[in-house]
């Protein structure tokens, strides 16, 4: 061990750059360790969280207020369901909003399918339907001794805080942090699945989920037309456990959520990245014991068998691993903070060092001392020294080829999803957006009011706004969704869509589609009509320009494009669309449009509410943070390959010392020898890159399926093109410079030290 230190010291350059190289990309296995076992583990802390279902409706997480009764009165095999219903008004606590989430609300029996730790109080608190909880993160905020038996305010109601409960951090739940009785809001049976209810379900041991579906259907059907989701299942059961990462839960409703994709794509750059490092590391370590030969040599003289310089090779492996794995936890705990600001996960990351986490980085550090010292031992082991020549090392030339395929493998990733990123971000948006303020809700009896303020200028009705239209109708016979807006005829001409093809009166009422829309229901443009989705005429007013519904959506929920339904001036639904004069000046006026809205509430950015340009703002902040995360990837990818081909150029240099010496002796040039090394490199990486097209054309392929504003990646060549010139680049740079070392050193100095 002595001597493998003593040979680290003395080549510096050699030690900082296996270092470097494997410290980082382990950082970062440990971070994304911890990241996606979180993200699995999303409401596996529930104790029969595979007996807990969520009731779905149209491919949605839908549900009607008196379903959880009713289900488990009359459908065997439940033993309990629970009704959560999201509450968005606005509630204060010492004349603030009280959280910017919203609020739950529930009944007691919803703790007896959740378990939930209470620090004071408990379920029977909602014995008293004016009692109301608060999570552990609101009670610390605001006092944990104060808070209980405080007043919370929504209008004219009051609702005492009786208890603590621990945060719904773990949880698909939202972090919402005040909760109510859902006994509030008990009434009639809705005549429509809604948003803002879910229905959840504990079933019995041995249930046929099957079964349980299709009665729960049978039984929703007597009660409800759920034929505006034509497309999809009236009713599905979804296991709690896959919530998370369901295609029916889209976030919108209060649940957590993520795309399974995403967190595939990463862990596979990740596994790349680590691969990747590996092979860099074993390069040099073989290259650093093609030096130590004699060394390695003298020991079989001295009757060091081939078992001991295997466990001697391991036990130096094993301890560089081992110190580059301390630095490496060091670097992950630093680089955490920043990883949660770039990928903004639902559950934040938390880098973890439990007893299962330490098995899997101890089994780590093992596998890579081991691949590591068989590769150097199958190298090395054999030499002889007498030797005058070095043997041919079949591993190394295998090594080089595939850090060329891994290399350009993540470079080309890394391209595909910045191209991507700001293919999103560089997306024409409507200009004349930026006058415009959106509300949550809206009351016809304000109106007038709203209109009488001086900053305003006009004011319509909408359910969405350029950016996202927030509702949904499934085609006949689809497993796709269009994208719906229903807006008055004010709000229509705010939105100031271009108008491509115009089948109207002097009104705009009626259907609009997009070029999108208008091509997939295959609008007869001669007669301006099409097959209609549930409830839709089937006359079409016009086409209007195609225009995107959010950053990062789902596929499935806007690839059919985007249908505006514009009605009489008496929408019953929606919120305000008002335009107004966005200038400093008028910006103290903000106070007294919350005033009229919300009656004296402040905080208007925990309904919804805002500038349009602001709210679309918040959709893209998200993409220009996965963006940094990308950008990120991208260096330590180019960083890795440096020091890969850095690495390989090494090895190869020490290889070609004594050759490229006695050619010289013989006469040869400089230029001749550069150009005989480099024909033997090509050789390698080449066919390496070959190789690695296919490979990377699938990984970019699967990243791209979550958009549904994509590029295309036969239109976007240049991406292989561009990751095969870095490689090519780096590469040639790193063997022209390693080999120019080689070619001008003293040929008596060379051949002395063979």
């Given at each position: 061990m002595k001597s493998y230190l003593r040979f680290l010291s003395r080549n510096k350059l050699y030690t900082a750059i296996m270092a470097v190289g494997l410290s980082v990309s382990l950082a970062f296995v440990i971070i994304f360790?911890?990241?996606?076992?979180?993200?699995?583990?999303?409401?596996?802390?529930?104790?029969?969280?595979?007996?807990?279902?969520?009731v779905g409706m149209g491919g949605r997480t839908y549900s009607y207020d008196t379903l959880a009764e009713e289900i488990e009165n009359d459908i065997p095999g439940v033993e309990d369901a629970v009704l959560v219903q999201?509450?968005?008004?606005?509630?204060?606590?010492?004349?603030?909003?009280?959280?910017?989430?919203?609020?739950?609300?529930?009944?007691?029996?919803?703790?007896?399918?959740?378990?939930?730790?209470?620090?004071?109080?408990?379920?029977?608190v909602f014995n008293t339907a004016e009692n109301a909880l608060v999570t552990e993160s609101f009670a610390r905020r605001n006092g944990m001794e104060e808070v209980i038996g405080t007043r919370l305010i929504d209008g004219k109601k009051e609702f005492i805080i009786a208890g603590i409960i621990e945060d719904f951090s773990g949880s698909v739940f939202k972090n919402f942090e005040v909760i109510l009785n859902g006994k509030l809001n008990a009434g009639k049976r809705s005549n429509q699945a809604t948003s803002s209810v879910m229905t959840f379900i504990k079933v019995s041991k041995d249930t046929d989920i099957k079964d349980l579906e299709a009665n729960i259907e049978n039984h929703v059907l007597k009660f409800m037309n759920l034929s505006?989701?034509?497309?999809?299942?009236?009713?599905?059961?979804?296991?709690?456990?896959?919530?998370?990462?369901?295609?029916?839960?889209?976030?919108?409703?209060?649940?957590?959520?993520?795309?399974?994709?995403?967190?595939?794509?990463?862990?596979?750059?990740?596994?790349?990245?680590?691969?990747?490092?590996?092979?860099?590391?074993?390069?040099?370590?073989?290259?650093?014991?093609?030096?130590?030969?004699?060394?390695?040599?003298?020991r079989?003289?001295?009757?060091?068998?081939?078992?001991?310089?295997?466990?001697?090779?391991?036990?130096?492996?094993?301890?560089?691993?081992?110190?580059?794995?301390?630095?490496?936890?060091a670097l992950s705990i630093g680089l955490s903070d920043k990883i949660n600001d770039l990928l903004r996960p639902e559950i934040p990351l938390e880098i973890s060092f439990t007893a299962d986490y330490m098995m899997i980085y101890c089994l780590m550090v093992l596998v890579i001392s081991f691949i590591c010292s068989i590769a150097v031992s199958l190298n090395v082991?054999?030499?002889?020294?007498?030797?005058?020549?070095?043997?041919?090392?079949?591993?190394?030339?295998l090594f080089m080829g595939l850090q060329f395929v891994l290399s350009?493998?993540?470079?080309?990733?890394?391209?595909?999803?910045?191209?991507?990123?700001?293919?999103?971000?560089?997306?024409d948006m409507f200009a004349n957006v930026d006058n415009l303020y959106r509300t949550m809700f809206s009351s016809s009896e304000l109106k007038q009011e709203i209109k009488a303020l001086p900053f305003i200028r006009n004011a319509g009705k909408s359910t969405g706004?350029?950016?996202?239209?927030?509702?949904?109708?499934?085609?006949?016979?689809?497993?796709?969704y269009a994208s719906i807006m229903y807006c008055d005829s004010i709000a229509f001409r705010l939105f100031g869509f271009d108008i491509i093809e115009d089948n109207r009166d002097d009104s705009p009422h009626g259907v609009w589609l997009t070029e999108r829309a208008a091509n997939h229901f295959n609008v007869d443009k001669e007669n301006f009509t099409w097959k209609p989705l549930y409830g839709l005429s089937e006359n079409v007013s016009g086409i209007i320009k195609d225009t995107p519904t959010s950053s990062i959506v789902k596929k499935r929920w806007n690839s059919l494009g985007i249908v505006v339904v514009v009605k009489q001036e008496d929408l019953r639904w929606g919120g305000w669309i008002l335009e107004m004069d966005e200038t400093d000046e008028n910006r103290h006026y903000m106070d007294s449009l919350t005033n009229v809205l919300y009656k004296n509430m402040s905080g208007r950015e925990a309904f919804g509410?805002?500038?349009?340009?602001?709210?679309?703002?918040?959709?893209?902040?998200?993409?220009?943070?996965?963006?940094?995360?990308?950008?990120?990837?991208?260096?330590?990818?180019?960083m890795l390959s440096c020091l890969a081909f850095f690495a390989m150029s090494m090895h190869y240099s020490i290889n070609n010392t004594k050759p490229v010496s006695i050619h010289k002796v013989f006469g040869g040039s400089t230029s001749s020898e550069l150009r005989r090394c480099l024909g033997k490199y090509f050789r390698i990486m080449l066919p390496a890159l070959i190789i690695g097209i296919p490979p990377a054309w699938i990984l970019c392929g699967r990243y791209l399926e979550q958009f549904s504003y994509k590029i295309d990646l036969k239109e976007n060549i240049w991406i292989f093109l561009t990751a095969m010139v870095i490689s090519i680049a780096i590469s040639t740079a790193a063997v022209l410079w390693q080999t120019l070392r080689a070619a001008r050193t003293n040929p008596a100095e060379a051949l002395k030290k063979e």
């Amino acid at each position: 061990m002595k001597s493998y230190l003593r040979f680290l010291s003395r080549n510096k350059l050699y030690t900082a750059i296996m270092a470097v190289g494997l410290s980082v990309s382990l950082a970062f296995v440990i971070i994304f360790t911890c990241y996606t076992r979180q993200q699995f583990a999303v409401c596996n802390h529930y104790s029969g969280s595979k007996d807990i279902y969520l009731v779905g409706m149209g491919g949605r997480t839908y549900s009607y207020d008196t379903l959880a009764e009713e289900i488990e009165n009359d459908i065997p095999g439940v033993e309990d369901a629970v009704l959560v219903q999201n509450y968005y008004n606005g509630i204060k606590y010492n004349g603030e909003i009280s959280s910017e989430e919203g609020m739950l609300m529930l009944d007691k029996d919803f703790f007896d399918v959740f378990e939930t730790r209470f620090l004071v109080g408990s379920p029977e608190v909602f014995n008293t339907a004016e009692n109301a909880l608060v999570t552990e993160s609101f009670a610390r905020r605001n006092g944990m001794e104060e808070v209980i038996g405080t007043r919370l305010i929504d209008g004219k109601k009051e609702f005492i805080i009786a208890g603590i409960i621990e945060d719904f951090s773990g949880s698909v739940f939202k972090n919402f942090e005040v909760i109510l009785n859902g006994k509030l809001n008990a009434g009639k049976r809705s005549n429509q699945a809604t948003s803002s209810v879910m229905t959840f379900i504990k079933v019995s041991k041995d249930t046929d989920i099957k079964d349980l579906e299709a009665n729960i259907e049978n039984h929703v059907l007597k009660f409800m037309n759920l034929s505006r989701f034509r497309g999809s299942k009236p009713v599905t059961l979804i296991r709690l456990d896959e919530l998370y990462f369901s295609e029916i839960n889209d976030g919108m409703m209060g649940l957590k959520c993520e795309n399974i994709d995403k967190v595939f794509i990463l862990s596979i750059v990740v596994i790349l990245l680590l691969i990747s490092s590996i092979i860099n590391y074993v390069n040099l370590n073989v290259a650093s014991a093609e030096r130590r030969e004699k060394e390695m040599a003298l020991r079989h003289i001295l009757g060091g068998d081939r078992r001991h310089i295997y466990f001697r090779v391991f036990a130096e492996s094993l301890v560089f691993t081992a110190l580059s794995f301390l630095a490496a936890i060091a670097l992950s705990i630093g680089l955490s903070d920043k990883i949660n600001d770039l990928l903004r996960p639902e559950i934040p990351l938390e880098i973890s060092f439990t007893a299962d986490y330490m098995m899997i980085y101890c089994l780590m550090v093992l596998v890579i001392s081991f691949i590591c010292s068989i590769a150097v031992s199958l190298n090395v082991s054999r030499t002889k020294v007498t030797s005058s020549t070095r043997t041919r090392k079949p591993l190394s030339g295998l090594f080089m080829g595939l850090q060329f395929v891994l290399s350009f493998i993540m470079i080309s990733v890394s391209l595909t999803m910045e191209a991507q990123m700001r293919h999103m971000v560089n997306r024409d948006m409507f200009a004349n957006v930026d006058n415009l303020y959106r509300t949550m809700f809206s009351s016809s009896e304000l109106k007038q009011e709203i209109k009488a303020l001086p900053f305003i200028r006009n004011a319509g009705k909408s359910t969405g706004y350029p950016g996202y239209f927030g509702m949904f109708l499934a085609a006949d016979g689809d497993d796709t969704y269009a994208s719906i807006m229903y807006c008055d005829s004010i709000a229509f001409r705010l939105f100031g869509f271009d108008i491509i093809e115009d089948n109207r009166d002097d009104s705009p009422h009626g259907v609009w589609l997009t070029e999108r829309a208008a091509n997939h229901f295959n609008v007869d443009k001669e007669n301006f009509t099409w097959k209609p989705l549930y409830g839709l005429s089937e006359n079409v007013s016009g086409i209007i320009k195609d225009t995107p519904t959010s950053s990062i959506v789902k596929k499935r929920w806007n690839s059919l494009g985007i249908v505006v339904v514009v009605k009489q001036e008496d929408l019953r639904w929606g919120g305000w669309i008002l335009e107004m004069d966005e200038t400093d000046e008028n910006r103290h006026y903000m106070d007294s449009l919350t005033n009229v809205l919300y009656k004296n509430m402040s905080g208007r950015e925990a309904f919804g509410c805002g500038f349009i340009k602001d709210l679309n703002r918040k959709e893209y902040d998200q993409t220009k943070s996965d963006m940094r995360l990308i950008e990120l990837f991208m260096f330590i990818s180019i960083m890795l390959s440096c020091l890969a081909f850095f690495a390989m150029s090494m090895h190869y240099s020490i290889n070609n010392t004594k050759p490229v010496s006695i050619h010289k002796v013989f006469g040869g040039s400089t230029s001749s020898e550069l150009r005989r090394c480099l024909g033997k490199y090509f050789r390698i990486m080449l066919p390496a890159l070959i190789i690695g097209i296919p490979p990377a054309w699938i990984l970019c392929g699967r990243y791209l399926e979550q958009f549904s504003y994509k590029i295309d990646l036969k239109e976007n060549i240049w991406i292989f093109l561009t990751a095969m010139v870095i490689s090519i680049a780096i590469s040639t740079a790193a063997v022209l410079w390693q080999t120019l070392r080689a070619a001008r050193t003293n040929p008596a100095e060379a051949l002395k030290k063979e």
